[in-house]
C-alpha cells in the first residue's frame, strides 16, 4: 500500500498509508450506502453525474467560441 510522509506540529515525520482514487472511486466510498441496490443507484448517480459534466463543459465551450467570434472578428478560432 502506498504511503506519505507528513511533518506533525513537534517536527518530527509522520509515515501514512493512503489510498489513490478518482472521482467515481471516492463517490462509491464516500456514500456509505451498503448493499446491491445501492451499488446500482451509485452506478447510475455517477453515470447522470459524469454526463452533466460533460454537457456543462461543452456548452461552455460553445459559449466561449461564440465570444470569441463576436467580440474578436480579428481573432482566428483554430478550434473549428
Not at 506533525?8 to 471516492?26: A, C, H, P, S, Y
Amino acid at each position: 500500500m502506498p504511503t506519505s510522509i507528513f511533518p506533525t506540529n513537534w517536527g518530527k515525520l509522520r509515515v501514512v498509508r493512503t489510498i489513490d482514487m478518482d472521482q467515481e472511486g471516492f463517490t462509491l466510498f464516500a456514500m456509505g450506502f451498503t448493499g446491491p441496490k445501492a451499488l446500482q443507484f451509485k452506478r447510475l448517480y455517477i453515470r447522470a453525474f459524469n454526463a452533466a459534466m460533460e454537457e456543462i463543459h461543452g456548452s461552455t465551450q460553445r459559449a466561449c467560441d461564440t465570444c470569441t467570434e463576436r467580440h474578436r472578428p480579428d481573432v482566428i478560432n483554430l478550434r473549428k
